[in-house]
Protein backbone atom coordinates (compact mmCIF):
# COMPACT_ATOMS: atom_id res chain seq x y z
CA UNK A 1 0.00 0.00 0.00
CA UNK A 2 1.43 3.43 -0.88
CA UNK A 3 -1.40 5.67 -0.68
CA UNK A 4 -1.62 8.59 2.25
CA UNK A 5 -2.20 8.75 5.66
CA UNK A 6 -5.24 10.66 7.45
CA UNK A 7 -5.39 10.86 10.84
CA UNK A 8 -8.57 12.43 11.69
CA UNK A 9 -10.80 12.87 15.28
CA UNK A 10 -12.28 15.88 16.74
CA UNK A 11 -10.36 18.00 18.80
CA UNK A 12 -8.57 16.84 21.85
CA UNK A 13 -9.10 13.43 20.93
CA UNK A 14 -5.34 12.03 20.94
CA UNK A 15 -4.93 12.85 17.34
CA UNK A 16 -1.81 15.04 17.98
CA UNK A 17 -0.01 12.03 19.92
CA UNK A 18 -0.98 9.72 17.27
CA UNK A 19 0.86 11.99 14.49
CA UNK A 20 3.88 12.33 16.72
CA UNK A 21 3.82 8.80 16.47
CA UNK A 22 3.15 8.09 12.80
CA UNK A 23 5.46 10.76 12.14
CA UNK A 24 8.79 9.06 14.21
CA UNK A 25 8.10 6.38 11.21
CA UNK A 26 11.22 6.30 8.98
CA UNK A 27 8.56 5.90 6.00
CA UNK A 28 6.33 8.64 6.73
CA UNK A 29 6.42 12.12 6.42
CA UNK A 30 3.86 13.58 8.49
CA UNK A 31 1.96 17.21 8.63
CA UNK A 32 -0.84 18.29 10.78
CA UNK A 33 -3.74 21.21 10.45
CA UNK A 34 -3.70 21.97 6.78
CA UNK A 35 -7.00 21.13 6.62
CA UNK A 36 -7.16 20.71 2.79
CA UNK A 37 -10.74 19.14 2.29
CA UNK A 38 -12.50 21.07 5.20
CA UNK A 39 -11.25 24.34 3.96
CA UNK A 40 -10.55 24.33 0.38
CA UNK A 41 -11.83 21.21 -1.51
CA UNK A 42 -14.30 21.95 -4.55
CA UNK A 43 -14.69 25.27 -3.54
CA UNK A 44 -12.74 27.01 -6.66
CA UNK A 45 -14.55 25.10 -9.21
CA UNK A 46 -13.19 22.69 -12.06
CA UNK A 47 -9.19 23.32 -11.80
CA UNK A 48 -9.11 22.59 -15.26
CA UNK A 49 -9.72 26.12 -15.72
CA UNK A 50 -6.55 27.99 -14.96
CA UNK A 51 -8.26 31.20 -13.87
CA UNK A 52 -10.21 28.90 -11.21
CA UNK A 53 -6.52 27.13 -10.16
CA UNK A 54 -4.76 30.15 -9.97
CA UNK A 55 -7.86 31.27 -7.45
CA UNK A 56 -7.57 28.08 -5.58
CA UNK A 57 -3.40 28.48 -5.57
CA UNK A 58 -4.05 32.58 -4.21
CA UNK A 59 -5.71 31.71 -0.92
CA UNK A 60 -4.08 27.85 -0.60
CA UNK A 61 -0.57 30.08 -0.48
CA UNK A 62 -2.12 32.18 2.10
CA UNK A 63 -2.93 30.02 4.40
CA UNK A 64 -0.43 30.18 7.27
CA UNK A 65 -0.93 26.32 8.13
CA UNK A 66 -0.18 25.22 5.03
CA UNK A 67 3.51 26.90 5.71
CA UNK A 68 4.82 23.19 7.09
CA UNK A 69 4.73 22.28 3.89
CA UNK A 70 7.21 24.89 2.10
CA UNK A 71 5.24 25.03 -1.42
CA UNK A 72 6.55 26.00 -3.94
CA UNK A 73 4.51 27.84 -6.24
CA UNK A 74 5.99 27.33 -9.84
CA UNK A 75 6.73 23.61 -9.14
CA UNK A 76 3.25 22.49 -8.32
CA UNK A 77 1.95 24.47 -11.64
CA UNK A 78 4.24 22.37 -13.34
CA UNK A 79 3.27 19.24 -12.07
CA UNK A 80 -0.04 20.50 -11.83
CA UNK A 81 -0.29 20.23 -15.72
CA UNK A 82 1.07 16.83 -16.19
CA UNK A 83 -1.71 15.10 -14.15
CA UNK A 84 -5.36 14.95 -13.83
CA UNK A 85 -6.64 18.45 -12.63
CA UNK A 86 -8.29 17.83 -9.83
CA UNK A 87 -8.22 18.77 -5.67
CA UNK A 88 -6.75 15.62 -5.03
CA UNK A 89 -3.67 16.04 -7.27
CA UNK A 90 -3.32 19.90 -6.35
CA UNK A 91 -2.76 18.81 -2.61
CA UNK A 92 -1.03 15.31 -3.34
CA UNK A 93 1.41 17.83 -5.22
CA UNK A 94 2.45 19.73 -2.09
CA UNK A 95 2.32 16.81 0.69
CA UNK A 96 4.89 14.71 -2.19
CA UNK A 97 7.15 17.68 -2.38
CA UNK A 98 7.32 17.85 1.50
CA UNK A 99 7.86 14.30 1.19
CA UNK A 100 10.88 14.05 -0.50
CA UNK A 101 12.87 17.01 0.92
CA UNK A 102 12.31 14.80 4.17
CA UNK A 103 13.37 11.63 2.53
CA UNK A 104 10.28 9.82 3.44
CA UNK A 105 8.51 7.31 0.76
CA UNK A 106 4.99 8.28 1.81
CA UNK A 107 3.10 11.09 3.27
CA UNK A 108 0.18 11.60 6.04
CA UNK A 109 -1.73 14.22 6.85
CA UNK A 110 -3.74 15.02 10.56
CA UNK A 111 -6.71 17.15 10.13
CA UNK A 112 -9.46 17.72 12.73
CA UNK A 113 -13.08 16.63 11.13
CA UNK A 114 -11.75 15.33 7.99
CA UNK A 115 -14.04 11.99 9.44
CA UNK A 116 -16.81 13.82 7.43
CA UNK A 117 -14.80 14.16 4.46
CA UNK A 118 -13.92 10.07 4.21
CA UNK A 119 -15.89 10.03 0.84
CA UNK A 120 -14.12 12.65 -1.15
CA UNK A 121 -10.96 11.67 0.66
CA UNK A 122 -11.14 8.10 -0.91
CA UNK A 123 -12.42 9.22 -4.33
CA UNK A 124 -9.36 11.60 -4.65
CA UNK A 125 -6.85 8.50 -3.21
CA UNK A 126 -8.35 5.20 -3.20
CA UNK A 127 -5.25 3.96 -1.50
CA UNK A 128 -5.29 6.41 1.04
CA UNK A 129 -5.76 4.87 5.12
CA UNK A 130 -7.62 7.03 7.43
CA UNK A 131 -7.12 6.44 11.55
CA UNK A 132 -9.73 8.27 13.44
CA UNK A 133 -9.47 9.15 17.18
CA UNK A 134 -12.16 9.07 19.85
CA UNK A 135 -12.24 9.40 23.53
CA UNK A 136 -14.16 9.22 26.38
CA UNK A 137 -16.57 12.05 25.43
CA UNK A 138 -16.75 13.10 29.34
CA UNK A 139 -12.61 13.70 29.36
CA UNK A 140 -12.84 15.18 26.17
CA UNK A 141 -14.98 17.92 27.80
CA UNK A 142 -13.18 18.27 30.50
CA UNK A 143 -9.81 18.70 28.61
CA UNK A 144 -11.68 21.04 26.32
CA UNK A 145 -13.20 22.63 29.59
CA UNK A 146 -9.15 23.22 30.37
CA UNK A 147 -7.47 23.67 27.45
CA UNK A 148 -10.18 26.98 26.35
CA UNK A 149 -10.89 28.34 29.41
CA UNK A 150 -10.59 31.71 28.17
CA UNK A 151 -13.69 31.09 25.66
CA UNK A 152 -15.82 28.69 27.34
CA UNK A 153 -17.78 26.43 25.33
CA UNK A 154 -21.08 25.00 25.57
CA UNK A 155 -21.40 21.17 26.65
CA UNK A 156 -24.56 21.19 24.32
CA UNK A 157 -21.62 21.86 21.45
CA UNK A 158 -19.19 20.04 22.63
CA UNK A 159 -21.05 16.80 22.94
CA UNK A 160 -22.76 17.38 19.35
CA UNK A 161 -19.26 17.58 17.69
CA UNK A 162 -18.40 14.06 19.72
CA UNK A 163 -21.73 12.48 18.81
CA UNK A 164 -21.57 13.96 14.82
CA UNK A 165 -17.97 12.64 14.64
CA UNK A 166 -17.90 9.10 16.65
CA UNK A 167 -21.37 8.55 13.93
CA UNK A 168 -19.44 9.11 10.83
CA UNK A 169 -16.66 7.17 12.36
CA UNK A 170 -18.31 4.08 12.68
CA UNK A 171 -20.38 4.98 9.23
CA UNK A 172 -17.08 5.06 7.36
CA UNK A 173 -15.63 1.97 9.07
CA UNK A 174 -18.67 0.35 7.57
CA UNK A 175 -18.20 1.52 3.99
CA UNK A 176 -14.55 1.49 4.11
CA UNK A 177 -13.88 -1.51 6.40
CA UNK A 178 -10.48 -2.32 4.98
CA UNK A 179 -8.70 1.71 5.15
CA UNK A 180 -10.96 3.39 7.88
CA UNK A 181 -9.91 2.27 11.62
CA UNK A 182 -11.44 3.58 14.98
CA UNK A 183 -8.70 3.88 17.62
CA UNK A 184 -9.91 4.33 21.32
CA UNK A 185 -7.48 7.36 22.91
CA UNK A 186 -7.56 5.25 25.92
CA UNK A 187 -6.32 2.41 24.34
CA UNK A 188 -3.29 4.04 22.33
CA UNK A 189 -1.85 5.43 25.89
CA UNK A 190 -2.46 2.30 28.20
CA UNK A 191 -0.83 -0.23 24.77
CA UNK A 192 0.88 1.93 22.61
CA UNK A 193 2.47 -1.15 20.58
CA UNK A 194 -0.19 -2.68 20.23
CA UNK A 195 -2.14 -0.71 18.69
CA UNK A 196 0.05 1.07 16.61
CA UNK A 197 0.70 -2.43 15.64
CA UNK A 198 -2.94 -2.55 14.66
CA UNK A 199 -2.58 0.76 13.26
CA UNK A 200 0.64 -0.48 10.80
CA UNK A 201 -1.51 -2.99 9.76
CA UNK A 202 -4.26 -1.23 7.93
CA UNK A 203 -1.20 1.56 6.65
CA UNK A 204 0.30 -1.38 4.94
CA UNK A 205 3.89 -0.66 6.63
CA UNK A 206 5.98 -2.95 9.10
CA UNK A 207 5.59 -1.61 13.23
CA UNK A 208 8.93 -0.07 13.82
CA UNK A 209 10.36 0.80 17.52
CA UNK A 210 11.28 4.18 16.27
CA UNK A 211 7.89 4.88 16.09
CA UNK A 212 7.80 5.33 20.27
CA UNK A 213 10.71 7.75 20.26
CA UNK A 214 7.99 10.40 19.04
CA UNK A 215 10.80 12.57 17.82
CA UNK A 216 9.81 12.87 13.76
CA UNK A 217 7.82 15.43 13.80
CA UNK A 218 8.94 18.17 12.30
CA UNK A 219 6.21 21.52 13.24
CA UNK A 220 8.14 23.06 16.75
CA UNK A 221 4.66 23.00 18.42
CA UNK A 222 4.43 19.33 19.17
CA UNK A 223 3.23 18.70 22.65
CA UNK A 224 2.56 16.58 25.55
CA UNK A 225 -0.93 14.71 25.88
CA UNK A 226 -2.55 16.16 28.87
CA UNK A 227 -4.18 19.43 29.28
CA UNK A 228 -4.21 18.96 32.57
CA UNK A 229 -0.14 19.25 33.17
CA UNK A 230 3.10 19.59 31.31
CA UNK A 231 4.13 16.25 29.84
CA UNK A 232 7.24 16.41 28.11
CA UNK A 233 7.31 15.64 24.39
CA UNK A 234 8.48 12.20 23.98
CA UNK A 235 6.25 10.59 27.15
CA UNK A 236 3.06 9.52 27.23
CA UNK A 237 1.00 9.80 30.03
CA UNK A 238 -2.31 7.91 31.46
CA UNK A 239 -2.95 10.97 34.13
CA UNK A 240 -6.16 12.63 32.24
CA UNK A 241 -7.82 9.32 31.75
CA UNK A 242 -10.78 9.91 34.01
CA UNK A 243 -9.89 13.30 35.02
CA UNK A 244 -13.97 14.29 34.28
CA UNK A 245 -14.72 13.66 37.64
CA UNK A 246 -12.34 16.07 39.38
CA UNK A 247 -13.13 18.79 36.47
CA UNK A 248 -16.70 18.48 35.68
CA UNK A 249 -20.28 19.12 37.55
CA UNK A 250 -22.54 16.21 38.28
CA UNK A 251 -25.43 17.90 35.80
CA UNK A 252 -22.28 18.14 33.26
CA UNK A 253 -21.35 14.55 33.29
CA UNK A 254 -24.95 13.05 33.47
CA UNK A 255 -25.75 15.33 30.22
CA UNK A 256 -23.19 13.20 28.24
CA UNK A 257 -23.95 10.06 29.80
CA UNK A 258 -27.87 10.68 29.12
CA UNK A 259 -27.78 11.53 25.11
CA UNK A 260 -24.66 9.73 24.06
CA UNK A 261 -25.35 6.40 26.15
CA UNK A 262 -25.43 4.04 23.00
CA UNK A 263 -22.35 5.27 21.53
CA UNK A 264 -21.02 5.35 25.09
CA UNK A 265 -21.61 1.88 25.73
CA UNK A 266 -20.50 0.60 21.96
CA UNK A 267 -17.23 2.24 22.54
CA UNK A 268 -16.95 0.81 26.16
CA UNK A 269 -17.14 3.69 27.93
CA UNK A 270 -18.88 3.29 31.35
CA UNK A 271 -21.58 5.31 33.04
CA UNK A 272 -21.03 6.29 36.49
CA UNK A 273 -23.91 8.14 36.89
CA UNK A 274 -24.11 11.15 39.38
CA UNK A 275 -26.61 12.40 41.47
CA UNK A 276 -28.58 15.30 40.07
CA UNK A 277 -31.35 17.29 41.46
CA UNK A 278 -35.29 18.05 39.81
CA UNK A 279 -33.18 20.91 38.17
CA UNK A 280 -31.51 19.03 36.04
CA UNK A 281 -34.57 17.03 34.85
CA UNK A 282 -36.79 20.19 34.12
CA UNK A 283 -33.87 23.06 32.83
CA UNK A 284 -30.59 21.55 31.96
CA UNK A 285 -31.08 18.54 30.48
CA UNK A 286 -33.82 19.84 27.32
CA UNK A 287 -32.05 23.51 27.71
CA UNK A 288 -28.52 22.15 26.72
CA UNK A 289 -29.90 18.89 24.78
CA UNK A 290 -31.94 21.61 22.82
CA UNK A 291 -28.70 24.07 22.15
CA UNK A 292 -26.85 20.60 21.04
CA UNK A 293 -29.12 19.80 18.49
CA UNK A 294 -29.14 23.31 17.08
CA UNK A 295 -25.40 23.04 17.13
CA UNK A 296 -25.36 19.95 14.96
CA UNK A 297 -28.03 21.12 12.26
CA UNK A 298 -26.07 24.14 12.01
CA UNK A 299 -22.81 22.56 12.14
CA UNK A 300 -24.11 19.87 9.29
CA UNK A 301 -25.50 22.44 7.32
CA UNK A 302 -22.06 24.43 6.76
CA UNK A 303 -20.47 21.51 5.89
CA UNK A 304 -22.81 20.94 3.33
CA UNK A 305 -22.40 24.53 1.89
CA UNK A 306 -18.52 24.09 2.62
CA UNK A 307 -16.97 26.16 4.86
CA UNK A 308 -15.35 29.17 4.51
CA UNK A 309 -11.45 29.32 5.73
CA UNK A 310 -11.05 32.07 8.37
CA UNK A 311 -9.37 35.17 7.64
CA UNK A 312 -7.32 34.81 10.46
CA UNK A 313 -5.75 31.95 9.03
CA UNK A 314 -4.76 33.83 6.11
CA UNK A 315 -1.65 35.76 5.68
CA UNK A 316 -1.71 39.03 3.09
CA UNK A 317 1.11 37.52 1.47
CA UNK A 318 1.48 33.89 0.08
CA UNK A 319 3.63 31.34 1.40
CA UNK A 320 5.30 29.56 -1.31
Given amino acids: MSGPVIVTGPDRSGTTLLYQ ?34 A ?48 KARWGDK ?50 RWLASTRAGEMNTTRYPDRYLLVRYEDLVHDTTSVLERVCGVIGEPFDPAMLRMDGAFDADAEGNSSFEEVPVGTIST ?26 ETHGYQPVRPGVGLGYQLRYLPENYLRMRLWMIRDAGQRG ?16
Avoid at 56 to 83: H, N
Wanted: aromatic share 8%.
Fill in 305 to 320: RGAEVPMARLRPEGIG
Fill in 111 to 160: SLHHEHHAADIFHEWPAASMIHLIRDPRDRHASVTKRYAERKKGIGSVTG
Fill in 21 to 54: LLASHPRLSMVRRTNMFRWFYGRFGDLGNPANLE
Fill in 239 to 264: RSIGRFRDILSPSEIRFIEDVARGPL
Fill in 56 to 103: CLDTMLRYERLGALRPDRSTIESEFAQGEPTYGTLFAIMHRQEAERRG
